[in-house]
């Protein structure tokens, strides 16, 4: 028999069919017609059965974090020798193997009891899902934990609301931080996995947005894939309403330089042939390259956005109209982000069950005159679930 354990809503085609089943559940002759000897153990075929025990709490999912012990059990006199498979490679040569898997994904998990009369074959099919923190009592609405914050230059940056102390016043609740310039980020975790809600917005961004005065950042979701707690797997972007528009780069890098006289713009260029500075302004003197960054240069990478929105036309009031939806700093009152707009690297939809990691980073590279640079700024990220 075969035992599938999946995840509800994905990589289906993968499962294989129950007429299959059958046919990898089987004993086998190597040749029919051969008389079995009479008290030659390893002339039987064995005989098996094979019993699961998972430690998942829940029918037919299964997580990382959890067990399956599977034990062979021989129901004849046979005299054999047995092995595990799992995707391909030997695991286990004993009666019982416990699988414990360490990353999301379908695994095929083979096990076969052989001798010189045949064989015995069963097959099981695992699609293991991403480990689910459930909310509880205590379970905080706003991100908790701050992994990085890595700013691009800007009139903000190396003040209170643009280094560490800054970006850690959003952990827990509101506060203001700036990401600086085009490429500045900010990542940050939950306590609790955000579910994505079928239909609805999942994540609160607030913000210091008006309503002539935006400043896009794109916002990427992760789920803590391997369940170490850490945001090392894989950043999904979310496809905001102008992620289709001419001019949207998602391969972009912008290097910035520590200028000699820190007081002085900042020089930047970019991956396309491209150069500018971010200008400094006479409200903010102090310098605009983050002074904890050690190495006179260093370069960010993400998705530049196109500039469409902003209004120069009079260039002592620089405006910057809010895009439709999809990013932080954008909608005055704050942005509501679906989960479900999430989009993996080659642009193609993901469909995500829930997520652990946020990053915000600043959208466009654009100078707003007496404004300062365009910088994203963050003053709180929430799961909606919660509100
Ligand atoms: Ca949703
Ligand atoms: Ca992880
Ligand atoms: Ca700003
Ligand atoms: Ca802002």
Redesign the pocket.
Same mark, same amino acid.
């Given at each position: 028999m075969m035992k599938s354990f999946r995840k509800s809503g994905s990589i289906p085609a993968v499962l294989f069919s129950l007429g299959l089943v059958a046919l990898l559940n089987s004993c086998s002759s190597d040749d029919d017609n051969a008389p079995i000897e009479e008290g030659n153990a390893s002339s039987i075929i064995p005989e098996i059965t094979v019993s699961t025990v998972s430690s998942s709490e829940e029918e037919a999912i299964f997580r990382i974090g959890e067990s399956v012990t599977l034990t062979a059990k021989n129901l004849n006199e046979a005299v054999y020798e047995e092995e595990w498979t799992l995707n391909e490679e030997v695991v286990s040569t004993e009666d019982e193997f416990v699988f414990e898997p360490e990353a999301i994904g379908v695994y095929s998990l083979k096990y076969r009891a052989f001798n010189d009369a045949g064989e015995y074959k069963e097959e099981f099919q695992f699609e293991i899902a991403i480990r689910i923190r459930p909310i509880v009592e205590d379970s905080n609405s706003y991100v908790t934990e701050l992994f990085d914050y890595l700013p691009a230059p800007g009139q903000f940056i190396n003040t209170s609301l643009g280094n560490m102390e800054g970006a850690k016043g959003i952990v827990g609740k509101t506060g203001t931080v700036s990401l600086g310039a085009w490429g500045g980020s900010v990542v940050l975790g939950f306590d609790h996995t955000v579910l994505n809600k079928e239909g609805e917005p999942d994540l609160l961004f607030e913000n210091n947005a008006m309503s002539n005065f935006s400043e896009p950042g794109i916002v990427y979701v992760m789920a +803590?894939? /391997? =369940? /170490? =707690?850490?945001? +090392? +797997?894989t950043w999904y972007e979310i496809k905001g309403s102008a992620h289709d528009m001419e001019g949207v780069d998602r391969n972009y890098e912008v290097t910035y330089y520590r200028p000699e006289d820190p007081t002085q713009n900042v020089p930047w260029t970019d991956n396309r042939g491209n150069s500018g500075e971010v200008l400094v302004n006479s409200f903010h003197k102090q310098p605009y390259y983050p002074e904890w960054i050690e190495e006179d240069n260093y370069t960010l990478r993400g998705t530049l956005l196109p500039d469409v929105n902003i209004d120069r036309s009079n260039p002592s009031y620089i405006t910057s109209n809010p895009l439709d939806y999809g990013y932080a700093d954008n909608i005055q009152g704050g942005d509501q982000i679906d989960i479900s707009d999430a989009i993996d690297a080659n642009g193609e939809a993901v469909s995500l069950e829930g997520i652990d990691f946020v990053k915000v980073q600043t959208g466009i590279q654009a100078d707003m005159g007496w404004l300062g640079e365009l910088s994203t700024e963050v003053l709180g990220i929430s799961d909606l679930n919660l509100q």
């Open positions: +803590d894939e /391997n =369940g /170490n =707690g850490l945001p +090392d +797997d």
